[in-house]
C-alpha cells in the first residue's frame, strides 16, 4: 500500500490504517482502545506504525 496514502488514513481513521498495515491483530486492538479512550493516542499510534520500518 502506498505510504503517503497510509499516512492520510491515519490522520483520517486510524484504525483503518493499522489494520491496512499490519492486519488484525495486537496493534490494532491497541490502536481501537487507544481510540476509544482519546483520538489523538491512536493517531499518534498509527503514524508511528505506518512510518516505521
Same mark, same amino acid.
Given at each position: 500500500m502506498n505510504k503517503v %496514502? $497510509? &499516512?492520510i488514513l491515519a490522520l483520517l481513521l486510524p484504525p483503518i490504517a493499522v489494520f491496512l498495515k499490519n492486519g488484525a491483530g495486537?496493534? $490494532?486492538i491497541i490502536n &481501537? %482502545?487507544?481510540c $476509544? &479512550?482519546?483520538f489523538f493516542p491512536?493517531? %499518534?499510534h498509527a503514524l508511528?506504525?505506518?512510518t516505521k520500518s
Open positions: %496514502v $497510509l &499516512i495486537k496493534d $490494532l &481501537i %482502545v487507544l $476509544l &479512550i482519546f491512536g493517531m %499518534v508511528w506504525l505506518t
